[in-house]
């Protein structure tokens, strides 16, 4: 962990960190969280039942527009050109639920850790709209980080 904040300057003040001076590398980042919900809900969705059409479709479109924003969303985030980026959505009977899973891929001078989480959550937020109809209870959890490579820190895996 680093010994420093680096939205902050010597100051104390929160500031975005200038990156022009490092060189561009290629930089991945994948994370990873599920929503939780009723069995019967999730059966619902496996059988391509639910009221509002194609939901998984739907959360994979808005989690790659997410992604594309996020310099929109978090305030000391730089825009960052994305180069790729996959969005996967897996049933899982032991939640029950599903996990949304975003790898980011990027040529630049920052991370991307940031677009990972972000399309992440409101993919997840996507999946609740598009059932809270059926399913109010329905909790998203364990939004992560699970891996980074690139940069001047390398490779970190959770």
Avoid at 57 to 77: G, H, S, Y
Wanted: proline share 5%; with cysteine; glycine share 8%.
């Amino acid at each position: 962990m680093g010994d420093s904040l680096s939205h902050l300057n010597q100051q104390g003040e929160v500031h975005m960190v200038e990156v022009g001076d490092r060189p561009a590398t290629k930089r991945e980042a994948v994370a990873q969280g599920s929503i939780r919900m009723e069995a019967s809900t999730l059966a619902l969705i496996e059988r391509g039942e639910t009221p509002k059409g194609d939901l998984l479709a739907v959360a994979r479109v808005a989690a790659i527009q997410a992604a594309k924003r996020t310099w929109e969303l978090i305030p000391l985030c730089h825009p960052l050109p994305l180069s790729g980026m996959e969005v996967t959505i897996t049933p899982d009977s032991q939640l029950p639920g599903l996990t949304l899973c975003c790898s980011c891929r990027t040529t630049n001078q920052t991370g991307v850790e940031m677009e990972a989480m972000t399309a992440v959550s409101v993919g997840l937020l996507t999946l609740y709209d598009m059932l809270k109809a059926v399913d109010p209870g329905m909790t998203i959890t364990d939004i992560q980080l699970m891996s980074k490579e690139g940069g001047r820190n390398g490779v970190w895996n959770r």
